[in-house]
């Protein structure tokens, strides 16, 4: 008879995101009280638990995990919704990664669960809580039975599947889980990307419910054929069935029902400079497929100059046929600040906002930061300072040192320099070196005791005030 932990047994990552999964949404949605039991339960049926814990160590599956082609054979008939992003096919979609997502139901749950930035369905942290946030959607409250089951049931409209996995999720929270080696978990077969499938049972046999070592794949009585399926795409709705014949009713056109962020959300560039990123979003309809031939509207607000390509502070843009739009490039003008990129589409759907920064071309820095204080009629220290043109240093770019009056206006007493023939001077034309520096002439105290400012120009107008101190 085999050891108990074959049948508990379950892939140490993938074990790990379950429970962090279940740890955020204790935090974000705590009236869902969602276990990770149940996540294991789904996983366990979808995929078994990402192939036995086929993954790398961040979560993410070696193998792309795969459901059948949604092309009405069969199974619903799912028309592309992710342009092949997610499942590598461009006419029709299919499910994808350990906790099997429908594209169009991940563009609208899809989380990142192990903030790295970014929303993969193929990792099983960013899985797992988006399988999460997908059960305790409508506010359900998973510790009333009526609302466990009709969240399993949203995951997949099949009695088998709800008896299915409520006998692994009873068999988890009985007896919990021990977590094994990535790789060495239980494999449910080749249902996953729809080769070898297995029958669907008609009812919970014995086959359907946790047993030793957990080789056995679980179906449904629907016709689905996936096996456990796939999540419908919405929390409440049926699944997607197969397309009818002529005499069916005309659909409406799709609307956008929310913008969605599809790139950065804030971005850097030089005055006078382009951006390189730029704003992108996603209009989806309430299920989360892309919405095509609609208008977005990009439009730039602040006072840093930045400007569209062409010269406009508005840029309209159609969406493409997944629908995805993208603004202009976006010129960084010549005051540095910051602004905002506002995308619009109307109808009442919420503007996506982008952050953006102008930052100057030119900087300008003293080397060192000790006071600079002599004793009358004595010398300064050396005084040295750096320009910077974009992050670099700017070579030979000249410097204009002058000594000044609080207005701003060139000063005739206190500390100077000397000219080549000895005579004080209180404003020189300067120089910086290779390494973008440019280091003063020695400068004279004088007699004269108190403050003084040093003004340090650049050609690009940069400047730097520095204090004189004689005592």
Same mark, same amino acid.
Request: proline fraction near 7%.
């Given at each position: 008879?085999?050891?108990?932990?074959?049948?508990?047994g379950?892939?140490?990552?993938?074990?790990?995101?379950?429970?962090?999964a279940?740890?955020?949404l204790?935090r974000?949605?705590p009236?869902?009280?969602?276990?990770?039991?149940?996540?294991a339960?789904?996983?366990?049926v979808?995929?078994?638990?990402?192939?036995?814990?086929?993954v790398?160590?961040?979560?993410t599956?070696?193998?792309?995990?795969?459901?059948?082609?949604?092309?009405?054979?069969? %199974?619903?008939?799912i028309t592309?919704?992710?342009?092949?992003e997610?499942?590598?096919?461009?006419?029709?979609d299919r499910?994808?990664?350990?906790?099997?997502?429908?594209?169009?139901?991940?563009?609208?749950?899809?989380?990142?669960?192990?903030d790295?930035?970014?929303r993969?369905?193929?990792?099983?942290?960013d899985?797992?809580?988006?399988?999460?946030r997908?059960?305790?959607?409508? $506010?359900?409250?998973l510790?009333?039975?009526?609302?466990?089951?009709?969240?399993?049931?949203?995951?997949?409209?099949s009695?088998?599947?709800?008896?299915t996995?409520?006998?692994?999720y009873?068999?988890?929270?009985e007896?919990?889980?021990?977590?094994?080696?990535?790789?060495?978990?239980?494999d449910?077969?080749?249902?996953?990307?729809?080769?070898?499938?297995?029958?669907?049972s008609?009812?919970?046999?014995?086959?359907?419910?946790?047993?030793?070592?957990?080789?056995?794949?679980?179906?449904?009585?629907?016709?689905?054929?996936n096996?456990?399926?796939?999540?419908?795409?919405?929390?409440s709705?049926?699944?997607?069935?197969?397309?009818?014949?002529?005499?069916?009713?005309?659909e409406?056109?799709?609307?956008?029902?929310d913008?969605?962020?599809?790139?950065a959300?804030?971005?850097?560039?030089?005055?006078?400079?382009?951006?390189?990123?730029?704003?992108k979003v @996603?209009?989806?309809t309430? @299920?989360?497929?892309g919405?095509?031939?609609?208008?977005?509207?990009?439009?730039?607000?602040?006072?840093?100059?930045?400007?569209?390509?062409?010269?406009?502070?508005?840029?309209?843009v159609?969406?493409?046929?997944?629908?995805y #739009? +993208?603004?202009p490039v976006?010129?960084?003008?010549?005051?540095?600040g910051?602004?905002?990129?506002?995308?619009?589409?109307?109808?009442?759907?919420?503007?996506?906002? %982008?952050a #953006?920064?102008v930052?100057?071309?030119?900087?300008?820095?003293?080397v060192?930061?000790?006071?600079?204080?002599?004793?009358?009629?004595?010398? %300064?220290?050396?005084?040295?300072?750096k320009? +910077?043109? @974009?992050?670099?240093?700017?070579a030979?770019?000249?410097v204009?040192?002058?000594?000044? +009056?609080? #207005? $701003?206006?060139q000063n005739?007493?206190?500390?100077? %320099?000397?000219?080549?023939?000895?005579?004080p001077? @209180?404003k020189?034309?300067?120089?910086?070196d290779?390494?973008?520096?440019?280091?003063?002439?020695?400068?004279?105290?004088?007699?004269?005791?108190?403050?003084?400012?040093?003004?340090? +120009?650049?050609?690009?107008?940069?400047?730097?005030?520095l204090e004189?101190?004689?005592?």
């Open positions: 008879m085999e050891d108990e932990a074959d049948e508990s379950i892939p140490a990552t993938v074990l790990d995101a379950y429970k962090q279940e740890s955020r204790a974000s949605n009236g869902c009280n969602l276990e990770w039991e149940l996540l339960a789904i996983g366990r979808e995929s078994g638990h990402a192939r036995g814990g086929d790398t160590a961040d979560g599956t070696r193998n792309p995990i795969l459901g059948p082609v949604l092309n009405g054979n069969g %199974f619903a008939n592309d919704t992710d342009g092949g997610y499942d590598g096919d461009t006419s029709h499910a994808v990664g350990p906790m099997q997502f429908i594209p169009s139901t991940w563009a609208t749950w899809g989380s990142d669960g192990n790295d930035g970014e993969n369905p193929d990792n099983v942290y899985a797992a809580l988006s399988a999460g997908y059960l305790c959607a409508g $506010g359900r409250d510790s009333s039975q009526a609302d466990l089951e009709a969240a399993i049931l949203g995951y997949n409209q009695q088998s599947y709800l008896r996995v409520l006998t692994w009873d068999f988890y929270k007896g919990g889980a021990d977590p094994v080696p990535d790789g060495s978990g239980a449910p077969g080749d249902r996953s990307d729809g080769i070898n499938t297995p029958s669907p008609p009812s919970p046999s014995e086959s359907d419910k946790p047993g030793k070592g957990g080789g056995k794949d679980e179906g449904n009585d629907d016709g689905e054929g096996g456990g399926g796939s999540p419908s795409p919405g929390p709705d049926p699944p997607p069935s197969g397309g009818g014949g002529d005499d069916d009713p005309e409406p056109a799709p609307t956008i029902s913008l969605r962020v599809a790139s959300q804030s971005s850097t560039a030089y005055t006078g400079a382009d951006f390189a990123e730029r704003p @996603r209009g989806v309430s @299920r989360g497929a919405v095509s031939g609609k208008t977005v509207t990009f439009t730039i607000s602040g006072q840093t100059g930045a400007v569209f390509a062409g010269g406009g502070k508005t840029a309209s159609t969406t493409n046929s997944s629908g #739009a +993208t603004a976006v010129k960084a003008g010549q005051l540095a910051d602004f905002t990129i506002r995308a619009t589409t109307g109808g009442g759907v919420s503007p996506v906002d %982008f #953006a920064e930052e100057a071309s030119y900087g300008l820095a003293r060192g930061d000790e006071a600079l204080k002599a004793a009358a009629g004595g010398e %300064f220290g050396a005084v040295e300072a320009v +910077t043109y @974009r992050g670099g240093p700017a030979e770019a000249p204009t040192a002058a000594m000044v +009056t609080e #207005a $701003g206006e005739d007493k206190g500390p100077y %320099f000397k000219d080549a023939e000895g005579n001077v @209180r020189l034309n300067l120089t910086t290779a390494d973008g520096t440019v280091k003063l002439p020695t400068i004279q105290a004088g007699d004269e005791t108190g403050k003084f400012l040093l003004l340090l +120009t650049t050609s690009e107008g940069v400047t730097l005030t004189l101190t004689v005592e």
